[in-house]
């Protein structure tokens, strides 16, 4: 692994599509490594995302893509767990692997954007979500209204200021994050674009532009 598993390690798991990952993915990886003084962040495409429809692109090429766009960025790491796993690609089941990868003392997080943080309560198990890791929600500064009632009761209690009092313990605790690059680039719109024809420059690591080019993806994207 070429980390040390004791009770200091820092290790965050960062689900998602990635379809096309790009920029805002990676500067926010970096920016949380900075933010929460992690060891590791594990960029994991899902294979089978459960609240949405498949990706037009297969989990193995996203993979491949978002290994080009981490390269060598230090502490960054494109996971393949849930590709090799059948069934749908749960986030529980995926931070128990990676709890019993790094053991019961380590500190391990979930990050996630706020937009998915509000529909937590909906999510496979959530509260084994807890029992395994702590929820980093990446804060968005223009979003201030009340929770769900059903995100409110799960996440009551688990609240903490500041990172120092997150890593208190291995697991349970909530911490809202605001990271100090907030790059607004949507996905959707980088596949449209690629669609239609239209430029996706500095949008997209290069790595990854050129791939995307040269193997047509997205063309016939809706």
């Known amino acids: 692994m070429g980390i040390s598993v004791s009770e ?10 990635f379809d096309p990952v790009h920029l805002g993915h990676l500067r926010s990886a970096v920016e949380l490594v900075d933010a929460l003084g992690l060891d590791r962040v594990h ?4 294979h ?24 060598d960025t ?7 767990r849930e590709i090799r796993r059948d069934g749908p690609s749960y986030s529980a089941d995926t ?5 019993a990868e790094y053991g019961e003392s380590a500190r391990l997080v979930m990050a996630l954007g706020h937009d998915a943080f509000l529909k937590l309560a909906d999510w496979h198990q959530p509260q084994r979500l807890f ?11 223009d979003h201030h209204q009340p929770l769900p009632h059903t995100l409110g009761e799960l996440v009551a209690g ?4 500041d990172p120092a009092a997150l890593f208190a313990t291995p697991a349970g605790g909530l911490l809202r994050l605001s990271l100090p690059t907030r790059m607004a680039i949507s996905a959707t719109e980088v596949r449209q674009r690629l669609c239609h024809g ?4 500095y949008l997209l690591p290069e790595a990854v532009e050129r791939r995307i080019m040269a193997l047509g993806l997205y063309r016939h994207e809706r």
């Open 74 to 80: 230090p502490r960054l790491v494109a996971d393949d």
């Open 95 to 99: 931070l128990a692997s990676l709890r």
């Open 158 to 161: 688990r609240e903490v200021d």
């Open 48 to 71: 089978q995302p459960p609240l949405r429809e498949a990706p037009g692109v297969p989990s193995h090429e996203r993979l491949t893509l978002l290994q080009h766009g981490i390269g």
């Open 198 to 201: 239209g430029s996706v420059r």
């Open 43 to 46: 960029m994991i495409p899902a």
């Open 8 to 17: 200091t390690v820092r290790v965050a798991m960062l689900g998602g599509t």
């Open 131 to 141: 029992e395994l890791a702590h929820l980093v929600v990446i804060a968005r500064p």
